[in-house]
């Protein structure tokens, strides 16, 4: 073949993957969702969930997604998302917007008032429906809680959740008083929320060791 | 075997013997069948095998033909170079020998006009010999009248001795002065001709040089075994040094992918994605890619290389304007190279300062950024290598052109060779199928060795028929009487 018809083949190409970059725009960006507990005593554990929170914003690229929610009384519901951003494609901007958003979560993390209940469901609930709406290829929803939950009276979250294609965490479930008496009650937690994901057709994933960021990932 | 256990030895005997009379039935046939699909085997693998050696051997034909008309190619351009230098040499100095000659006749003119000048001019007797003369002749008793005589003859021969030295200075001093004169025509006639000397030993070491040439050309006209030899080996270590190169300039063009992909994400944005790549890599890759054909276009405009032929033919105006089209380009892209390569530095501190503050590190950093130490270096080393490597990767063409032209033939023959063993191992099939026919023969032979035996035992015991010989022939004719009659008695 001569180098001139090389060169016509090479443009041809370039000019139909070209024409078909549009459909796979999000094929390859990310999701994250993270709920942090503000229940109780929990509230003192949000300065570490600071630290998860900008390891993820450190690693994030344009066009992935990422939301940090509260975990109130009633959490299903768009006011809880302290603060969400969907980065841009240029590196300038999403520089920009990765500041103003760990500016905002460090607002919130030393002004945060700790809520009478703790509605995980709500806020995991909410989780889906953003990452739905925010098109990602890989949707992860991270859960920074002990994962107790303790809904106000009148609420119910007996739902089942459509959780396929989700990747849900659990970050630092810590052990409760009653916890260390009976370790049956913290395992029977954990076995629980696991089980709801699995049925809903997600992935479960607990970590406790945030020491090991690359699990967080 | 369990089966014949349960149900008798009998009944196995029974069964092969079945089995033996019916392969003794169908012998005949089956060994048609068997020999037709194992000779039909053999035949196709002999054809396959036919027409491989067959490919081989055009490949090879042509191998030899591309790498003759390579070789053909590489001497007239050699030659075409030496001729154009030693038209250039006759121009530029053997045009100018009328006037060296014009030079060196006027210097030796001038020597000569100067060399006669000053030849020694014999000085002219003096005359106070002939009075001696004849006043020894003269018979004077008077001794003080002669000792006047020969005191003022004396004082007259001081005086002339006086007056021939001055003027035998004189005279010497002009040879000198003259003799001076001749020495810069003396030394600039023996420049010339030294020169001239020079001059004429590199046209005969150049002639020397077109004569190994012409030979070599010669060699490859005719297509002789050892040209093909000597391009052969030539082809292969033009393979290896232009991979070596075209290897070299690989890592340089990543290093350049690497310095501009970055910033074309500020640009064109890095979150679109063709077929995985990030849409701003391949922003770049194109970048690196236009580059490189610019180059290319660069080098054929000048003839450099000779990978589009149509470059190399056209007239001088249209290639000029390529080539300054090209030139151009190639500018424009290595001064965009090196304004990314700045942009680079900026996003590459954003983000490392981003990074920084994010893991509560920020002070640290910007002790190190107030210094400016680490900052300039490396923003103005990226800078000239965004500028310098897109001119650097121009030359990959000549590269790519040896690697294209030794690894047609050097591969070609690896194909042929590697056709023509396939060749030699389809055969060895054919052979293998053949005398597997007939071993398959012979088994099935075995197996009904006792009927065949029987067989042949019922054939010697019957009469044996007349041999078709010339008693046969001739019984014939007596029965009939055919030769005589024609008709039977």
Redesign the interface.
């Known amino acids: 073949m001569k180098?001139?018809n090389c060169?016509y083949l090479?443009l041809i190409n370039?000019i139909l993957?070209?024409s078909?970059?549009?459909d796979?725009?999000?094929?390859?960006?990310r999701g994250y969702y993270l709920l942090l507990d503000t229940s109780g005593t929990y509230t003192e554990e949000l300065n570490k969930a600071k630290q998860v929170i900008?390891?993820i914003?450190?690693t994030l690229?344009?066009?992935d997604s990422f939301a940090v929610a509260r975990i109130d009384s009633a959490s299903f519901s768009e006011k809880d998302i302290i603060t969400k951003v969907v980065?841009d494609?240029?590196?300038?901007v999403s520089?920009a917007q990765?500041?103003a958003f760990?500016s905002t979560i460090n607002a919130f993390v030393s002004s945060v008032k700790s809520s009478p209940h703790t509605d995980i469901s709500g806020g995991l609930l909410q989780g889906i429906e953003f990452l739905n709406e925010a098109k990602v290829n890989h949707r992860n929803i991270l859960i920074y809680s002990d994962l107790q939950e303790d809904l106000p009276k009148g609420y119910i979250r007996d739902v089942n959740m459509k959780l396929d294609g989700f990747t849900v965490k659990a970050l630092n479930v810590t052990k409760l008083r009653a916890d260390n008496q009976n370790p049956r009650s913290y395992m029977e937690r954990v076995a629980s929320w696991q089980s709801k994901i699995i049925t809903g057709g997600g992935n479960w994933e607990l970590i406790n060791d945030l020491e090991k960021p690359d699990a967080l990932l | 075997m369990q089966y014949f256990t349960q149900t008798g030895w009998p009944a196995f005997f029974l069964l092969f013997t079945l089995i033996m009379l019916a392969l003794y039935l169908a012998r005949e046939p089956a060994h048609k069948a068997i020999k037709g699909i194992f000779d039909g085997l053999y035949r196709a693998f002999r054809l396959i095998a036919i027409s491989l050696n067959r490919s081989s051997i055009h490949m090879r034909e042509r191998n030899r033909e591309v790498l003759l008309n390579i070789g053909r190619e590489h001497g007239e351009r050699e030659l075409h170079k030496e001729f154009h230098e030693i038209t250039q040499f006759v121009q530029r100095d053997l045009g100018g020998y009328p006037q060296l000659q014009q030079d060196i006749r006027e210097h030796i003119s001038h020597i000569q006009t100067d060399y006669e000048a000053s030849q020694i001019v014999p000085i002219a007797l003096p005359e106070w010999t002939e009075a001696v003369d004849s006043l020894a002749k003269l018979k004077m008793n008077n001794h003080t009248a002669n000792s006047r005589v020969l005191e003022q003859i004396h004082e007259t021969a001081q005086l002339q001795h006086k007056d021939n030295i001055k003027v035998f200075r004189e005279t010497n001093a002009k040879r000198h002065t003259l003799l001076q004169k001749i020495l810069p025509h003396w030394r600039k006639l023996s420049f010339s001709i030294d020169d001239t000397g020079e001059r004429l030993t590199d046209i005969l070491t150049r002639s020397q040089k077109i004569d190994t040439h012409m030979a070599r050309f010669e060699e490859i006209h005719q297509g002789s075994d050892k040209a093909l030899r000597f391009l052969r080996m030539s082809a292969l270590t033009q393979l290896l040094i232009s991979t070596l190169v075209i290897t070299i300039a690989i890592g340089g063009a990543f290093f350049n992918f690497h310095l501009i992909a970055?910033p074309m994400?500020?640009m064109v944005?890095?979150?679109?994605?063709?077929?995985?790549a990030k849409?701003s890599d391949?922003a770049a890759l194109?970048i690196i890619?236009m580059e490189i054909?610019a180059g290319i276009f660069l080098l054929e405009s000048l003839r450099i290389t000779k990978?589009?032929p149509?470059i190399s033919a056209m007239d001088d105006k249209t290639r000029r304007i390529i080539m300054v089209t090209a030139s151009i380009v190639l500018i424009t892209l290595a001064c965009t190279e090196s304004a990314l390569a700045f942009m680079r530095d900026q996003?590459a501190s954003?983000?490392a300062l981003?990074?920084s503050?994010?893991?509560g590190q920020v002070m640290e950093y910007s002790t190190v950024e107030q210094g400016g130490i680490n900052h300039w270096i490396p923003l103005a080393a990226n800078m000239v290598l965004g500028f310098i490597l897109p001119l650097a990767l121009t030359m990959i063409a000549i590269p790519l052109e040896y690697l294209?032209q030794s690894g047609r033939t050097v591969f070609g023959n690896l194909f042929a060779n590697l056709i023509s063993l396939c060749a030699t191992l389809i055969r060895l099939c054919a052979n293998f199928a053949r005398q597997s026919g007939k071993v398959l023969l012979s088994i099935y032979d075995l197996i009904i060795a006792g009927p065949l035996f029987i067989e042949s035992i019922v054939k010697h015991s019957w009469p044996k028929p007349i041999k078709n010989t010339q008693e046969k022939w001739e019984t014939h004719l007596d029965e009939y009487d055919i030769s005589k009659t024609g008709v039977k008695k």
């Open positions: 180098p001139l060169i090479l370039i993957l070209a078909c970059s549009t796979n725009t999000r094929g390859h960006t900008n390891y914003l450190a690229e344009p066009g980065l494609a240029r590196p300038s520089v990765k500041r760990a | 970055l994400s500020e944005g890095s979150a679109q994605r063709i077929g995985g849409v391949l194109v890619c054909s990978l589009f149509l996003i954003d983000l981003l990074r503050s994010l893991s294209l």
